[in-house]
């Protein structure tokens, strides 16, 4: 191969930003890298690489992305609540014949003290917060999937998302713009000056999170816990270090 191999990095997580940054002594030298985002916040940014933004267009975009651009390796590091992007990108590396990994990190499990009602999706999570009976929801699921909660007249509704959500509905609401990663006192203190009885959440997994789910324990709060979607079948790791380690297998890192 007369050029560098290129490896395309789908990203949007805490995980991709850290293989790239592992990456990053090594981009432009032995390997050139394109992280790709969904382009579903306002300005998305990588420690290295060349940024592109938005969908390819289905799986059959992307195999002709990956022949034509082209791209040698790809590495899925994206949201463990994707669920629609891992079965792209499995079609289209199968289809064209590149190796692809898939980084998703562990999601939580329940500990002593956890009081978790584990639901399958959204709409299941919007019927346990009416069985439920709470006065206070901290709802923290982003702001794409506000919908089957709208309906809900009753609970206030406090909602935290990075950006601005639609509020829009029945329902009565806070609007919380903040950024993770949040700490255990912030969330205490969130908890109790909201006065929250029922978390709404995602099995995200993952440190940057979690404190919601202990400040939620200490408290004897429930939680409604979101499952994740369905994955494909491609080879998965669930750390950083493995799938750099993934990547200098196939790449000369070296030198
Ligand atoms: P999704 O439902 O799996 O994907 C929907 C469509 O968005 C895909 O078919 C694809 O369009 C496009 N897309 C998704 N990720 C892309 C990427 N990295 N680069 C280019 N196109 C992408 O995904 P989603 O749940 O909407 O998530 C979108 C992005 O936000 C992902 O990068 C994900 O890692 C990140 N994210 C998601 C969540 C979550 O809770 N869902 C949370 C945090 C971050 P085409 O078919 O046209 O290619």
């Not at 949201?79 to 998703?104: N, Y």
Request: net charge negative; glycine share 8%.
């Amino acid at each position: 191969m007369d050029r560098r191999p290129t490896l395309l990095v789908l990203g949007g997580t805490t995980e991709a930003t850290q293989l790239i940054t592992r990456l990053a002594p090594h981009v432009g030298r032995n390997l050139d890298l394109v992280v790709s985002f969904a382009g579903r916040t306002a300005r998305p940014s990588a420690p290295a690489g060349e940024l592109r933004i938005g969908g390819f267009g289905g799986a059959e975009g992307l195999a002709s992305y990956l022949r034509e651009t082209p791209i040698d390796l790809v590495v899925d590091a994206l949201h463990p609540f994707a669920s629609v992007m891992p079965f792209h990108a499995a079609t289209a590396c199968e289809a064209v014949g590149r190796p692809l990994i898939k980084l998703q990190r562990p999601p939580w499990r329940p500990v002593d003290g956890d009081r978790w009602i584990e639901v399958p999706d959204m709409t299941a999570a919007a019927a346990a917060v009416v069985d439920a009976g709470a006065t206070r929801v901290l709802l923290t699921i982003g702001r794409q999937e506000l919908d089957p909660f709208r309906s809900i007249a009753g609970p206030t509704f406090v909602v935290r998302s990075i950006e601005p959500a639609d509020l829009a509905g029945a329902w009565r609401t806070v609007e919380r713009l903040d950024r993770g990663p949040f700490d255990l006192a912030a969330e205490r203190s969130l908890l109790d000056a909201e006065a929250i009885d029922l978390v709404v959440a995602k099995n995200s997994g993952g440190a940057a999170t979690e404190s919601k789910l202990v400040a939620a324990r200490e408290r004897g709060i429930p939680v409604v816990l979101v499952q994740r979607p369905p994955v494909p079948e491609v080879a998965t790791v669930t750390s950083v270090d493995e799938a750099f380690g993934w990547v200098e297998r196939r790449v000369q890192l070296a030198g």
